[in-house]
T-cell receptor, first 112, second 113 residues
């Protein structure tokens, strides 16, 4: 019973490099989300998707792009990484109702 | 979504009940109260949610006041593994909220032996 799986778990990038974080869920959930968490703070929503082929901006979308080509996958891209994007990234998914969200174990990203 | 206020930290003895309060005085009629916890930087874990009635599941109980302006999460027999950051979140469960969650700072619960 995998739930929500994030790949990779750790990554170090140089400033200006690009990368894609992959989130996969096996619960047939409609909604998927990307959050970031900085030290000592709560999670902040970056982007979210309410279905295959749809995406929307969250609270802190700048510097990120997302795609949801398949219902089970939600990709988060950094086109040109900056040190301010050093954070722990969490993916989550939920059904339409009752919207209990399931989270992945996180990706720890360091941009140097 | 309505804002929530939680104490920054609380302590509890192992085996005793842990009662975590949350104020949400601006909650609107169609907003639910959700509780999540995050253990040592793992992904947040759903605990329980409710609209206006008290709720109980295998993990915890949720007590919501009659005016819905505050709630209490109860862990009936706290263990060391319950040490975590607990987040109280108010969100609209339907419509255009699409399950988006707004996390505050939460309450750091430390369970002592």
């Amino acid at each position: 019973n995998a739930g929500v799986t994030q790949t990779p778990k750790f990554r170090v990038l140089k400033t200006g490099q690009s990368m894609t974080l992959l989130c996969a869920q096996d619960m047939n959930h409609e909604y998927m989300y990307w959050y970031r968490q900085d030290p000592g703070m709560g999670l902040r929503l970056i982007h979210y998707s309410v279905g295959e082929g749809t995406t929307a901006k969250g609270e802190v979308p700048d510097g990120y792009n997302v795609s949801r080509l398949k219902k089970q996958n939600f990709l988060l891209g950094l086109e040109s990484a900056a040190p301010s994007q050093t954070s722990v990234y969490f993916c989550a998914s939920s059904r339409r109702q009752p919207q209990e969200a399931f989270f992945g174990q996180g990706t720890r990203l360091t941009v140097v | 979504d309505a804002k929530t206020t939680q104490p920054p930290s609380m302590d509890c003895a192992e085996g005793r009940a842990a009662n975590l309060p949350c104020n949400h005085s601006t909650i609107s009629g169609n907003e639910y109260v959700y509780w999540y916890r995050q253990i040592h930087s793992q992904g947040p874990q759903y605990i329980i949610h409710g609209l206006k009635n008290n709720e109980t599941n295998e993990m915890a109980s949720l007590i919501i006041t009659e005016d819905r302006k505050s709630s209490t999460l109860i862990l009936p027999h706290a263990t060391l593994r319950d040490t975590a950051v607990y987040y109280c979140i108010v969100a609209n469960a339907g419509g255009t909220s699409y399950g988006k969650l707004t996390f505050g700072q939460g309450t750091i619960l430390t369970v002592h032996p």
